[in-house]
């Protein structure tokens, strides 16, 4: 079981920056992929980002350059900074896990958190 916990959402204007952090805990010793998924109201889920066991990241082509994926082992946080935001960024962000990151990447990870909402006005 995995335990992920979401903080850092709130509102920006178009071109602004947020940074996610997603505080993990439980069985924080499998390995597992780890990632952000998103949904906005009436929308599918759609992964955002995902970053392997082996540090390697995957982003969806929507925020390429200019969203980044990290996380820091010794904090068990994961993080997403967001740069250069668009009102089309507007959603509901989930922090995710699994065991793989293609899973992740589609929005159908076996954890995720409670979402932390992210609202870009232009």
């Known amino acids: 079981q995995v335990k992920l916990v979401e903080s850092g959402g709130g509102s920006v204007q178009a071109g602004g920056s947020l940074r996610l952090s997603c505080a993990v805990s439980?069985?924080?010793?499998?390995?597992?992929?780890m990632g952000w998924f998103r949904q906005a109201p009436g929308k599918e889920r759609e992964g955002v980002a995902a970053?392997?066991?082996?540090?390697?990241?995957s982003y969806a082509d929507s925020v390429k350059g200019r969203f980044s994926i990290s996380q820091d082992n010794a904090k068990n946080t994961l993080y997403l900074q967001m740069n250069s935001l668009k009102p089309e960024d507007t959603a509901m962000y989930y922090c995710?896990?699994?065991?793989?990151?293609?899973?992740?990447?589609?929005?159908?990870?076996?954890?995720w958190g409670q979402g932390t909402q992210v609202t870009v006005s232009s």
């Open positions: 995710a896990a699994d065991l793989f990151c293609t899973t992740v990447l589609t929005g159908q990870s076996d954890y």
């Open positions: 439980g069985d924080t010793d499998s390995t597992y992929c």
């Open positions: 970053i392997d066991s082996d540090g390697s990241t």
